[in-house]
């Protein structure tokens, strides 16, 4: 079973910048999809970014333009540097392989003045 923690999460202002960081506990080339997740209070969990075969990238509407997902190989690591950051970007954010149902401990983004 895939293990993944989460890091990178923090206080940040409006137009502000962070980068998240996914431990992944099985080689990446073995997976099929990588993906970022968010909850914010109160709503379901969205899926907002992931990486397919062949290297495509697809985003939510809503993050478009001003997050990046991306990937190391040799780390087993999965990324998501996040740019113009707004006050609705507050959420836990989680990575996740092949869109299944196993999830890590998540880490809160909160974006306020």
């Known amino acids: 079973q895939v293990q993944l923690v989460e890091s990178g999460g923090g206080v940040v202002h409006p137009g502000g910048s962070l980068r998240l960081s996914c431990a992944v506990s099985?080689?990446?080339?073995?997976?099929?999809?990588l993906a970022w997740y968010r909850q914010a209070p109160g709503k379901q969990r969205e899926l907002i970014a992931s990486?397919?075969?062949?290297?495509?990238?697809i985003y939510d509407d809503s993050v478009k333009g001003r997050f990046t997902i991306s990937r190391d190989y040799n780390k087993n690591m999965v990324y998501l540097q996040m740019n113009k950051l707004k006050p609705e970007d507050t959420a836990v954010y989680y990575c996740?392989?092949?869109?299944?149902?196993?999830w890590g401990q998540g880490t809160q983004v909160t974006v306020s003045s």
């Open positions: 990486l397919v075969s062949g290297g495509r990238r």
């Open positions: 996740n392989t092949n869109f299944d149902d196993h």
């Open positions: 099985v080689s990446i080339f073995s997976v099929n999809a």
